[in-house]
């Protein structure tokens, strides 16, 4: 039996699961945390599932724990294990795998052997009270999902050439110079300007002198472009840094769609995402560049001004972007500095 909070899961969980893994024919690990935390159970599991889903013989249990910690507290502890004991069944317990100094008692009381792996933390000098406290500052030790719950997300939008795709990769390369945790700093292309490529050359292999005035959409195109966004930015969160920069998302594309076919579909709407900030491109001052994938120049301020009145109803914060392109860069870097310094504000567990 392995217990803890896993509040978050990082390398050092991993270790001591894998040392039980290693060591036993069955494992149940049972996560315990209190009602009261930031990160639901059910998310804590889906992580170590997938985490150790190289070992089907390791089960996950998961259980609230609303019990104080007083280890010397005889009731506490009965409450505790009464806990564990409901989360592993009626199975015997052979032997506890632990970093922790309840590590003996535990074992005691569940009539087991104490198996003690790492209580100095030297193979993953890490807890979950580190990285509640700076993930930042140990990144590395933390698995993708976990690393992908983390990252702060911050969406660049505007209307057609107004410079979205240029602040996107700036901001990204930005943080990425200032190496460590930034190193991997990503930014998430736009799809949809994918799309319309390949709907282009599709027009143009049966007619050579087709533009993109005659590219037609759907509600599927609008969906599409939506989930494979959203999908895009999910996968880059979890390979990234702390900050992943996206050039637009599905909240964007509810704009187009009603741009183009006069409504936003239920379906683009529930693709998607909870992004940290949008900056907005003002078109002010940025010459229209007709590039040949771009029929829009003459709804530019009606786009900007309806991407004002979605993202206030958001509820995401909003930094419009004027000025130079160095000074859109430096408003940029501003409000995401700010964001990243405000911290997860991670509710403490039970004391």
């Known amino acids: 039996m392995v217990v803890g909070k896993f509040y978050p899961p990082h390398a050092g969980h991993h270790h001591l699961i894998r040392a039980a893994a290693a060591a036993c024919a069955r494992v149940t690990v049972v996560v315990a945390p ?3 935390e930031s990160i639901p159970l059910e998310t804590r599991l889906a992580w170590l ?6 070992t089907p013989w390791v089960r996950f249990a998961g259980r609230y ?36 100094k309840y590590g003996d008692e535990l074992a005691r009381r569940f009539n087991a052997v104490h198996v003690e792996v790492d209580a100095p933390r030297l193979a993953y000098p890490v807890s979950g009270t580190a990285v509640r406290a700076d993930p930042v500052a140990h990144w590395g ?24 795709t240029t602040m996107a990769a700036a901001l990204a390369g930005h943080y990425a110079a200032r190496g460590g945790a930034w190193a991997d700093t990503r930014w998430v292309p736009e799809y ?24 037609t959409w759907d509600r599927a195109d609008f969906t599409e472009v939506a989930r494979e966004q959203s999908a895009a930015e999910d ?22 769609e009603e741009r183009y076919l006069g409504s936003s ?41 309806r991407f004002r009145e979605v993202l206030a109803a958001s509820g995401v914060p909003v930094v419009e972007l004027n000025g ?8 940029a870097v501003e409000a995401c500095d700010r964001l990243l310094s405000a911290g997860w504000g991670l509710a403490a567990p039970l004391g």
Do not use: N
Not at 141 to 164: C, H, M
Not at 192 to 208: F, H, I, M, S, V
Not at 271 to 276: K, L, V, Y
Not at 324 to 331: E, I, K, P, T, V
């Open 65 to 100: 724990d609303d019990t104080r910690i007083d280890y010397g507290d005889p009731a506490v502890w009965d409450a505790h294990c009464a806990v564990f004991r409901e989360a592993v069944g009626p199975d015997p317990v052979d032997a506890v795998f632990s970093s922790e």
């Open 49 to 54: 599932r997938e985490e150790h889903a190289d």
């Open 265 to 305: 579909s239920p379906e683009v709407r529930a693709a998607a995402r909870h992004p940290d900030l949008y900056l907005l491109t003002s078109p002010a001052g940025v010459p229209f560049d007709d590039d040949g994938l771009r029929d829009g120049e003459h709804l530019r301020e009606w786009m900007t001004g």
């Open 192 to 215: 949809g300007r994918e799309l319309t490529e390949r709907k282009l050359a599709a027009l143009r292999a049966a007619d050579p002198g087709a533009t993109v005035f005659g590219v």
């Open 235 to 256: 996968a880059a969160a979890r390979a990234g840094s702390p900050l992943l920069v996206c050039d637009t998302d599905a909240l964007a594309t509810q704009v187009w």
């Open 141 to 164: 030790l933390l698995s993708a999902p976990v690393r992908a719950w983390f990252t702060r997300r911050v969406v660049v939008l505007g209307a057609e050439s107004t410079g979205t």
């Open 324 to 331: 130079s392109h160095g000074a859109r860069l430096r408003m």
């Open 34 to 36: 209190s009602s009261g």
